[in-house]
Structure formats: C-alpha cells, structure tokens
C-alpha cells in the first residue's frame, strides 16, 4: 500500500546539477521519517540525507553536505533531493526512503527505514 517512486535520475558532468523527486503514497508524511541512500556497485548502501517532515530538520552526510539540500512539497506529498557540485563520487543508485516515527538520532542504517523506491541511477562522468 505504501510506494515510494523515485525519479530524475541521469547521466551529467561532474559539476552539474540534479533534482530527484520521490513521490510517496499510502502514508502520512507528518508522522514519517524521510531519508535519501545511495549505492554504487560492490558498495553498502550508505546515507545521504534525512529529514523530519514536519519539523522540517535536516541531516547529512558529511560528504554531501553544502552541496545537496534535501526538502518536501506537502501538497504533492513528494520529498527532493537537489544536488549541486555533482562529482563522480556521487555515481550512485538513489534511493528514497521512509520509516515511522521521527525520533532522534537520526537513524543512517537502511534497516531503520520500513519503506524503499526501486532506486534510480545517477551517472556523474568526471
């Protein structure tokens, strides 16, 4: 019942930028955790950006951070991922992320999110 779709994806030059959109459904945002992963081939699946969706705090991973910015639309009920500065680093699938509650700390481990998108690609050619 609950989807999440990401979408915006694409292959770009290392300085570009990107937004991805994730279109959630089934769920109530004020009562969720949002979240962005990322994951490249032979990698974990690490954190990018989280956020509480109606406080609207905000957390990033130390490599991201000043670069990409994570927000919400309340009436689309869609959650963003703007990132700027893109480096090959970033080449990654992109995942969107959600989980009950919005309770500190910020969880980073994708165990702690109950929801997740198929993911989609982001090729940064440096």
């Known amino acids: 019942q609950v989807q999440l779709v990401e979408s915006g994806g694409g292959l770009v030059q290392a300085g570009d930028s990107l937004r991805l959109s994730c279109a959630a459904s089934?769920?109530?945002?004020?009562?969720?955790?949002m979240a962005w992963f990322r994951q490249a081939p032979g990698k974990e699946r690490d954190f990018v950006a989280g956020m509480q969706w109606n406080g609207g705090s905000t957390a990033y991973a130390d490599s991201v951070k000043g670069r990409f910015t994570i927000s919400r639309d309340n009436i689309k009920n869609t959650v963003y991922l703007q990132m700027n500065s893109l480096k090959g680093e970033d080449t990654a699938v992109y995942y969107c992320?959600?989980?009950?509650?919005?309770?500190?700390?910020?969880?980073?481990?994708?165990?702690?999110?109950?929801?997740w998108g198929q993911g989609t690609q982001v090729t940064v050619s440096s």
């Open positions: 992320a959600a989980r009950a509650g919005t309770g500190l700390p910020w969880p980073v481990i994708p165990s702690k999110y109950e929801y």
């Open positions: 089934g769920l109530t945002y004020s009562s969720y955790g």
